[in-house]
């Protein structure tokens, strides 16, 4: 009972996407990321250390999955992406974006030690991993409350 929704919807808010890779020997990987929706493609964060990132090198097919679920309200909606991703040098006006959807957007507030330390928004090392998905895949399941009549769309 698959119901679309336009994926914008769902790109723009502060979720947390799986991003799926495979390991050398064929296994599956997955791994938690923030992102940044922008030009058409999904920008996610990586450095050169990252197991993500060198998987990625190996075979550039990956799998990101975003989930927006709110039970009290009743919703879920699922945006699948599927393609190639590549990896970019740091771009630091997209990393500051994609900072801000889930800090704020005062960098004066951002938490220093985080950002020294995980973020790393000055690495030379930090890469971003980029993915202009080769299908986009929508399904609204946001009637296990109420039923379809009067899903959220």
């Known amino acids: 009972m698959p ?4 994926p914008e919807d769902v790109l723009c808010l502060p979720l947390v996407a799986t991003l799926a890779t495979r390991a050398a020997d064929g296994a599956p990987r ?6 940044q929706w922008e030009a058409d493609a999904l920008f996610m964060l990586g450095d050169e250390g990252s197991s993500s990132l060198r998987r990625i090198e190996q075979d550039p097919r990956v799998a990101v999955d975003i989930i927006e679920y709110d039970n009290a309200r009743g919703i879920m909606r699922h945006l699948g992406l599927r393609g190639r991703a590549s990896i970019e040098p740091m771009d630091a006006a997209v990393f500051r974006r994609l ?3 889930y800090l704020g957007p005062d960098e004066h507030l951002w938490n220093p030690w985080f950002i020294d330390n995980v973020a790393k928004i000055s690495d030379p090392a930090g890469r971003l991993l ?3 998905p080769d299908s986009i895949f929508t399904n609204d399941v ?3 409350r109420t039923g379809p009549d009067l899903a959220t769309t």
């Open 99 to 101: 900072l801000s959807r």
């Open 142 to 144: 946001s009637f296990f």
């Open 30 to 35: 997955t791994a938690p990321v923030w992102f």
């Open 130 to 132: 980029c993915l202009a």
């Open 3 to 6: 119901r679309p929704f336009d």
